[in-house]
């Protein structure tokens, strides 16, 4: 292949591919149907029809990434708190991400409703069983478990509002970014 069909093939991939995903993710894109091509390079060349070959690795080249995508929308989705201790201490995330998450973690659950704060407050940050919580504040244990899931539900939601939080595919908390100066400390 010259330089000329080269660049006259990329330029048809690039608009192929740049119709059918948004533009940020093109060069992703072209990327992983090039990777795949080369991978396949024997495929390629045995191929009664080159151009279907290339056009078929393209069209599941986009479907995974359409699929990736939906992968990554639901576990946003899916993105919960089982423990805020490990929210925040999870081991991927920098040391200085940690500290400043952990510090503006404990804000927001301060500004929970006085149940919420205190099942939280006693479960995920004192280490405190639920059954040992629900005993120490004379509430059943189901009670205790319904105040848990929902000061937590209530911080993601109050967090997420402040922060753009980026999670891995595990759901830990990979990184994080304030969506606004101070917002931590507006609490």
């Not at 990554?72 to 989705?77: D, F, I, K, L």
Request: glycine content about 6%.
């Amino acid at each position: 292949m010259t330089e000329v069909d080269w660049a006259s093939f990329e330029a048809r991939l690039r608009r192929y591919v740049g119709s059918r995903v948004e533009s940020l993710w093109v060069d992703d894109v072209v990327g992983d149907i090039l990777l795949r091509l080369v991978r396949h390079q024997d495929s390629l060349t045995a191929a009664g029809n080159p151009l279907a070959f290339v056009m078929r690795v393209a069209t599941n080249a986009i479907t995974d990434h359409y699929r990736r995508k939906s992968a990554e929308r639901r576990g946003m989705a899916d993105f919960k708190f089982e423990n805020v201790e490990d929210a925040v201490m999870d081991h991927q995330a920098s040391d200085q991400a940690r500290r400043d998450m952990a510090d503006c973690v404990l804000p927001f659950i301060q500004s929970l409703p006085e149940i919420y704060r205190d099942a939280l407050l006693l479960t995920d940050l004192e280490g405190l069983t639920q059954r040992a919580a629900a005993r120490r504040l004379g509430v059943s244990n189901s009670g205790m478990k319904s105040r848990v899931q929902r000061g937590r539900s209530r911080l993601k939601h109050a967090l997420l509002q402040c922060c753009v939080v980026e999670i891995d595919r595990l759901g830990g908390v990979v990184d994080y970014e304030r969506r606004a100066a101070g917002c931590c400390e507006d609490r």
